[in-house]
């Protein structure tokens, strides 16, 4: 048996198509990879300026609706969340580190992070008087970024970034930013993520900080991987596939999602979420989450959570300020469900939802703290074109 798998021609794109090609031998089938060029490839403008949604999976697709290939491999957080026709998700691979990662050209810019608060002492960057540089493109990071900054006392610029892991990397060292933010899960399946005795960790020869989540939440499906193909595959290619699902994977993405989808948020909208699937000891033999089945985590004694952040775009920083702590006040008071623990805060430009729900049913958790969401905050606050 021989499979066509399609993906963008990025290096990363093609360590995820040979993540899957490595199972995939191990069930003793063969795989050709087919490199398809995307328009956020040939497309050099910002995200934000060609409309982010699916500019790396549209192309990706079409191969699929026409036969060239049997199979697409996709980063997940870059799939729309809206179905197509015709085809499906097959498969959600195990899933990689979520965390961000703050590289820098100096270390003393990671102090930005609570996680090295050491550093605040004599920094060599942040206390030179100019904002400190940092080089995203995302929306996401760069509201929860700001807000971080503003919390420690720190001046930032935010100016975006495009290319690959290595071409942002390079700008970082030749001063064009201080730092930028990269996918701790790309960092690690391109092998770049390295820890040094003396220095610390390290990505390509720059400081670097693992951020927390409540410093930095990822985009709802970053670190997993979305396995499609068309609803008229071969039924013994798509039993193959099956068995690269992974539950976990598979319940957490369908929440984070599913919250997106509500919100009828696009890739680049200031939205993260994580939705988290943990283990409860139910007593003497029960099932493991790694011991189930594929399809499923019903009775596996789990519970699954998920905590979002919304970040609003719209109003200058003296309004978000005015309102922030009789807005916080009220909305912890007021909508906060006691029986399924439903919370929602607000805190400067970021509003934070959390609840939790069955792990048998995420798409349901990720509905209600949609709803929940959009009842306090105004789409077009968020919503991108």
């Known amino acids: 048996m021989m499979i066509r798998i399609g993906a963008r021609n990025s290096p990363l794109a093609r360590a995820q198509v040979e993540l899957v ?3 995939l031998a191990g069930f003793g089938v063969d795989c050709e990879f087919v490199p398809i060029q995307t328009q956020g490839d040939v497309d ?6 060609i409309g982010g949604t699916g500019v790396f999976t549209a192309a990706v697709r079409d191969r699929l609706l026409d036969g060239g290939i049997d199979v697409a491999v996709h980063s997940l957080k870059d799939l729309p969340t809206a179905d197509v026709d015709g085809l499906e998700v097959v498969a959600y691979p195990p899933r990689e580190d979520t965390h961000e990662v703050l590289v820098a050209r100096d270390p003393s810019v990671l102090s930005l992070s609570n996680r090295c608060p050491e550093l605040v002492e004599g920094d060599r960057e942040l206390d030179r008087g100019r904002p400190l540089l940092i080089g995203t493109g ?7 970024l700001e807000q971080l900054a503003a919390e420690r006392g720190v001046k930032l610029a935010i100016e975006p970034i495009r290319g690959n892991v290595d071409t ?7 001063g064009r930013y201080d730092a930028t933010v990269l996918a701790a899960a790309g960092l690690r399946r ?5 820890r040094d005795e003396s220095t610390g960790l390290m990505v390509g020869g720059l400081p670097a900080a693992v951020l927390p989540y409540h410093e930095l939440l990822p985009a709802p499906g970053q670190g997993a991987l979305a396995v499609e193909a068309a609803t008229t595959l071969d039924s013994r290619i798509r039993a193959v596939l099956t068995r690269l699902n992974d539950a976990v994977t598979r319940a957490e993405v369908l929440a984070e999602r599913r919250f997106l989808a509500v919100l009828e948020a696009g890739c680049t909208a200031p939205v993260g979420a994580r939705a988290s699937l943990a283990a409860v000891p139910t007593g003497a033999g029960a099932a493991t989450v790694e011991g189930l089945d594929s399809g499923s985590v019903r009775d596996a004694g789990t519970d699954l959570t998920l905590v979002a952040v919304i970040g609003r775009t719209r109003g200058d920083e003296e309004s978000q300020r005015s309102r922030t702590g009789t807005e ?6 007021q909508l906060t469900d006691g029986e399924q ?5 607000s805190h400067g430009r970021l509003v934070t939802i959390s609840g939790s729900g069955h792990r048998d049913d995420p798409i349901a958790l990720g509905s209600r703290l949609a709803q929940l969401a959009l009842s306090v905050v105004d789409p077009s606050d968020f919503r991108t074109a």
């Open 21 to 23: 090609a490595g199972t």
């Open 44 to 49: 050099r403008r910002e995200l934000t300026q």
């Open 138 to 144: 995302a929306p996401r990071r760069a509201v929860q």
């Open 168 to 174: 942002r990397l390079q700008k970082v060292r030749d």
């Open 190 to 194: 391109l092998h770049r993520l390295e």
């Open 328 to 333: 916080s006040s009220q909305l912890q008071g």
């Open 341 to 345: 623990g439903d919370s929602v805060s």
